[in-house]
């Protein structure tokens, strides 16, 4: 049967160096595999469980195997998720068995939404933490022994997720590895793992994706039309999820507000200023306010690049903005402005009042004409 990473976009240095793992006479029992949200990691570890059972199986055996790796069912495969809390649960309760009927209904959806499109992120209310009753779940699956497949699968998803309870329990599965048992962490933030998990697994970096892959990824699995994938690709940073984000937003509108919003806040029209943002702070979304200083700080971004004269702007359409404030403004200074934006983004878990977040941004950007 012939090897393939078909649907998995960009990635060729993970792809190659999980090829040549694969063709090796050592396989590993654990990996990480590193990289922003949105890039693919979870789809190449469905592609990794994959290939390598087709390297071993016979094709009767191995369509069958298929099949259950892409429905994320067992015995062949466990895909852990971050789940919310049920009710009453405790420690003997399994990872679902506490959930309401809801619960379990948009759980049974978002699972159905990823086999359908393996780039959607899985999104269930409440659900922050993977819980440590889901991982010791793992000890029911690894107990069965299946004679007709050389490989299984242990997928956890968002592995920063785990609480140092679950952190723990996962710990002792990986000190003592069961024969024919791999475990796959998938995660943006590998330093929220303890060191301990990270060195019994093999690591594979992710890079975002190039602006063409993302491209094609929009255009292939969530059926966006050509020229708004390519134009929405390089606001994205490498990243499907920010990339959905913008279209959820409106991207078309997004843009345009982002501009009247720094026209505002520049001529200190402050409540002008407030109402382009106030539709993406009125449900105290922490998401969407991240949404507009990124797309404010990628503006500061194009202004230092038309400055210097290097023309690939992701603003192009309003390239009019940077000529009249490099008139108006020639010499101001926006790298502490860049970074206080960044500092203020990274400040929205700590429960800050996102309406007094806004207006901190728009005071910042404000101060840039007091400096003229």
Not at 185 to 211: A, G, H, K, Q
Request: hydrophobic share 40%; net charge neutral.
């Amino acid at each position: 049967m012939e090897l393939t990473w078909e649907g998995l976009y960009g990635q060729q240095k993970a792809k190659e160096l999980l090829t040549k793992i694969i063709f090796s006479s050592n396989i590993p029992h654990a990996f990480l595999f590193s990289g922003i949200e949105g890039c693919g990691k979870d789809l190449a570890a469905f592609k990794f469980a994959e290939i390598i059972n087709s390297k071993f199986l016979d094709a009767e055996t191995f369509l069958k195997i298929k099949n259950h790796i892409y429905k994320f069912s067992e015995p062949y495969i466990k895909y852990i998720i971050p789940l919310p809390r049920g009710k009453n649960e405790d420690d003997d309760s399994t990872g679902i068995e506490k959930l309401s009927k809801d619960e379990i209904q948009i759980l049974r959806d978002q699972l159905e939404k990823k086999i359908q499109n393996p780039y959607i992120k899985i999104s269930i209310p409440k659900a922050n933490n993977i819980k440590v009753t889901s991982i010791r779940d793992i000890r029911k699956f690894i107990s069965f022994s299946y004679a007709d497949v050389k490989y299984r699968f242990i997928i956890v998803s968002d592995a920063h997720l785990m609480n140092d309870e679950a952190q723990n329990a996962l710990l002792k599965n990986l000190e003592e590895p069961p024969q024919g048992i791999i475990f796959v962490l998938t995660t943006p933030f590998p330093f929220m793992l303890r060191e301990t998990i990270r060195s019994r697994c093999w690591v594979v970096n992710f890079n975002p994706l190039n602006n063409e892959d993302l491209s094609k990824v929009l255009i292939k699995y969530f059926n966006v039309e050509k020229n708004l994938s390519e134009e929405i690709a390089p606001f994205s940073g490498g990243s499907v999820s920010n990339a959905i984000q913008l279209l959820e937003n409106d991207f078309e509108t997004l843009l345009a507000r982002t501009i009247s919003f720094l026209r505002y806040s520049l001529g200190k029209k402050f409540n002008s200023a407030f109402n382009e943002i106030s539709p993406y702070l009125s449900e105290n979304d922490s998401d969407s306010i991240k949404l507009i200083i990124q797309m404010v700080t990628i503006w500061l971004n194009d202004l230092q690049k038309y400055r210097i004269g290097f023309g690939n702007l992701y603003f192009s359409k309003y390239e009019e903005t940077f000529s009249k404030f490099n008139k108006s403004f020639p010499s101001v200074e926006i790298n502490d402005l860049v970074r206080r934006l960044n500092y203020l983004s990274s400040i929205i878990p700590n429960n800050i009042n996102i309406n007094v977040l806004g207006l901190s941004m728009i005071y910042e950007i404000a101060a840039l004409t007091s400096k003229k």
